[in-house]
Structure formats: C-alpha cells, structure tokens
C-alpha cells in the first residue's frame, strides 16, 4: 500500500491521543505494507528486518490496541490480524503451503448489494477470505493417496 493510509492511521492514532513509540510507528507501518493476514510472529521477524526489535508482548499490545480503537480487524486465530480494509478484498489461502491468490472480480459488488437488499446494511468494504487446499497441493494430496493403494 502506498504512504497515505499509513499517515492515515498514524495521524488517527495521534488524533486519540495514543502515544506513538518508534516500535508501534514500524508495526503500523507495516501492517499498513502488508496485504492479508499478519500474525504476531511475522510482524516480530518483519520488525526485525527493518532493524527494530521488538519483543511478543509489544506486537501483541499495539494489535490490542489498535482492535480496540477500530483501526484493525482481527483473524480468525488470537494473534492473527490485518489492517481494517479500506477497499474490498478477496483472496483464497492455502492451508498446506501458506500461499494467498487474490480474487479478482465483481463480486465485492455483488456482496455489498446482496447484504443492502437482504439486511438494510450499506457495507463501505468486503473482505472475504477462503481457506483450503490450492491446485497443486490439492494434487499432491491426490498423488499421496494413490501411491498408498
């Protein structure tokens, strides 16, 4: 993502009165770089290769803290999280081999329309994330199990 949107959260930080650390300024900043899920891990060892060190604790908190002032969205695991989307996102995950193919479509629209007609609500954004096998780890599955028989 470009500079904008992390200026963006940074200054909606500062406007609630959220000290900024040099630590959460990097972990925001790259949250704000990352597109999909980021668990605590990564964002520790991508903190790292921007020359900050920064322990568990800390990541953990600032993601507390920033789910808890509505600037991010969290996963479907504790340490999971990504930066609340400003735009529509689809994607499908590999369980296997951890690989994340975006969905290129129309159907962000078709969501947003089905949800105001059957629900009233106007949704600013859709994300939409698919979890399975891919093409070739599902083939491998399928190779695997015929060299059992």
Same mark, same amino acid.
């Given at each position: 993502m470009n500079a904008r949107p992390q %200026? %963006? #959260? /940074?200054?909606? #930080?500062r406007a609630r009165g959220i %000290? /900024?650390?040099?630590q959460r300024s990097v972990l925001? $900043?790259?949250l704000d770089a990352e597109e999909g899920f980021v668990d605590a891990a990564a964002l520790c060892m991508l903190a790292k290769r921007k020359g900050v060190r920064v322990d568990r604790a800390t990541v953990y908190r600032t993601l507390a803290l920033l789910r808890d002032n509505n600037l /991010? &969205? &969290?996963g479907d695991r504790a340490?999971? &999280?990504v930066a609340a989307p400003a735009k529509d996102e689809l994607g499908l995950v590999c369980d296997q081999c951890g690989t994340r193919q975006p969905i290129a479509a129309d &159907?962000?629209? $078709?969501i947003k329309r089905e949800l105001q007609r059957c629900t009233g609500f106007d949704a600013s954004a859709v994300r939409l994330e698919a979890r399975g096998e891919c093409r070739l780890c599902a083939a491998k599955s399928r190779l695997r199990g015929?060299?059992?028989n």
């Open positions: %200026r %963006r #959260l /940074l200054d909606q #930080l %000290r /900024l650390t040099s925001v $900043s790259i /991010l &969205a &969290a340490e999971a &999280a &159907a962000p629209g $078709s015929k060299s059992k």
